[in-house]
């Protein structure tokens, strides 16, 4: 069996994992990171895309306001390049309670998130599609998030500062200890069944909401994280282009995320017993839509392009006084067993934020150190990612505008998201994985209107060409992609996504006889 040495290794590669992973290498200690999954395919990759600021909580969860506005602030300059400053709106409709905007904006000057009123007439010219009776509005810093792209870039700058070894589609058999400290882990690549011991000074439980489960693996009990799983409904383009939240308390369909190319209207929220638990009810699709209705009038004439669950980690140390998931705090959890079990090397964290994942690495990275005796500065807070060195932020249109410059200079694969075929071939060579949907988190590959069906057979086609792959090989690649996606589109087709899923149908069917594909 194969074996590894290292400092830290990292169970988990979502935005914690590998905001952990980045940390420590910028700490000058080597690591391992590891992901049953690809990185980000978790609860990171599974949510409406909102870089907070806070103001969602300012009311119910103070001290996760606080967090946030403070992490909002510094990643807007360390991983700028993943973030579109659309700036957020929180508007009392008339479904709202008048009287909860005076407790929203005393909330936000008690948590220092900056909140500005401003008239609803503005707010209406700005944002046209709004709901005409809006009563007040107040402007705060929120913005849109790229996990997979965040995700990546902590992995890539691990690897060039540190040498740190990344090794996504690897779960975690077994924990290792000796005596009552940890000593590392058994990996298995679940795609060829190799196992890979990893002997590590320190370990990370950096897995959200599948926490329990590995702390388990090693003997530790009472690690109780509550999932609360919530769906999302990706809206075919932009109905509006500020991040719009109901000015309430927190509840089901009640902001409206533009990210990229499309919106996203999140989220229910409904206590689960299995992380892995991806139910859409469509009950919660029509509740959805009845929501978005609330603050876009028309929006269920709007064109849904799928809908997806989401998983949050939710830690709560006792279970008594929680009637909801909606009643756990949305603040972070670390958990150093030399102290709460009395077993060494061993740690995790758990709960929190995507957009609280920096803070989270750090205040981990700090019991690492703890941990080996070494005291070691944390330097996140400064230390932009890679591809994010010169602090500018995404803007919509950036693939346009590259594509304009070499209009027949490179063939397009994915007509919807503006993938060229040289960037399709570069993230093939750079990753090595035959899944097409590790593409499509990286370059959104199958991500439009068409969800694939235009561009995949091309991809699978040029995946085949570029490595040698087998026919059966690149066949079982497209019909894994296909599945995948129709996960998320059948809850969800009518109207013109309905016509269009009729259409990939005859193409994939009629032409290419997808169901009859040797594998």
């Known amino acids: ?294 603050l876009v009038p028309g929006f269920r004439r709007a064109r849904a392009l799928r809908v997806w669950t989401g998983v949050r980690p939710l830690f709560q140390d006792t279970k008594e006084g929680v009637a909801s998931t909606r009643d756990v705090t949305r603040a972070h959890t670390l958990l150093d067993h030399a102290e709460r079990d009395g077993v060494g090397g061993f740690v995790t964290i758990t709960g929190g934020k995507l957009t609280t994942f920096r803070l989270m690495a750090e205040e981990t990275v700090d019991a690492v150190c703890r941990h080996l005796g070494e005291e070691r500065p944390c330097t996140t807070a400064t230390e932009p990612l890679p591809g994010s060195e010169d602090g500018e932020h995404y803007m919509l249109g950036e693939r346009l505008a590259r594509r304009e410059d070499g209009l027949l200079d490179d063939q397009l694969v994915c007509e919807c998201e503006l993938v060229t075929r040289r960037k399709l071939e570069e993230a093939m060579r750079r990753r090595g994985t035959s899944n097409l949907d590790d593409f499509r988190r990286v370059l959104r590959l199958g991500m439009g209107p068409c969800q694939g069906g235009f561009c995949m057979y091309r991809a699978a086609g040029i995946m085949h060409g570029l490595d040698g792959m087998s026919a059966e090989q690149a066949n079982a690649a497209l019909l894994g992609f296909l599945v995948e996606r129709w996960k998320g589109v059948w809850p969800i087709l009518y109207g013109d996504q309905l016509r269009q899923a009729r259409l990939d149908d005859w193409i994939f069917q009629g032409v290419l006889d997808v169901g009859h594909l040797r594998e």
């Not at 990643?75 to 957020?88: K, M, N, S, V, Y």
């Open 1 to 294: 069996m194969a074996g590894l040495s290292t400092d830290v290794l990292v169970i988990g590669g979502g935005a914690t994992g590998a905001g952990v992973a980045w940390d420590a290498a910028l700490r000058g200690l080597h690591v391992v990171l590891a992901d049953r999954a690809d990185l980000g395919e978790g609860t990171s990759g599974r949510f409406h895309g909102l870089l907070h600021s806070g103001g969602r909580y300012v009311v119910k969860d103070p001290l996760a306001a606080e967090e946030c506005i403070a992490e909002n602030r510094i990643l807007r300059r360390i991983a700028a390049d993943c973030i579109e400053d659309t700036g957020g709106l929180f508007v009392t409709t008339p479904s709202d309670d008048p009287a909860y905007a005076e407790r929203f904006a005393e909330g936000c000057r008690a948590t220092g998130v900056d909140c500005e009123e401003v008239e609803p007439a503005e707010v209406l010219r700005e944002e046209p599609r709004l709901h005409p009776g809006i009563s007040r509005a107040f402007r705060v810093p929120d913005a849109n998030i790229d996990a997979w792209k965040t995700a990546w870039a902590l992995a890539r700058g691990a690897h060039e500062r540190s040498g740190a070894r990344v090794l996504p589609y690897h779960a975690a058999e077994a924990i290792h200890r000796r005596g009552d400290q940890v000593v590392g882990a058994r990996l298995r690549d679940v795609r060829t069944g190799d196992e890979l011991e990893v002997e590590a000074r320190v370990t990370v439980n950096a897995t959200g909401a599948w926490a329990g489960r590995i702390a388990g693996l090693a003997g530790i009990e009472g690690v109780r994280v509550l999932p609360g799983r919530g769906i999302m409904i990706a809206m075919n383009h932009r109905l509006v282009n500020t991040v719009v939240n109901r000015c309430q308390m927190p509840t089901d369909g009640d902001i409206l995320v533009p990210i990229r190319t499309v919106c996203v209207m999140g989220t229910t929220d409904v206590h689960t017993d299995d992380p892995d638990d991806q139910t859409v009810a469509e009950d919660e699709v029509q509740a959805m839509l009845e929501d978005g209705e609330r």
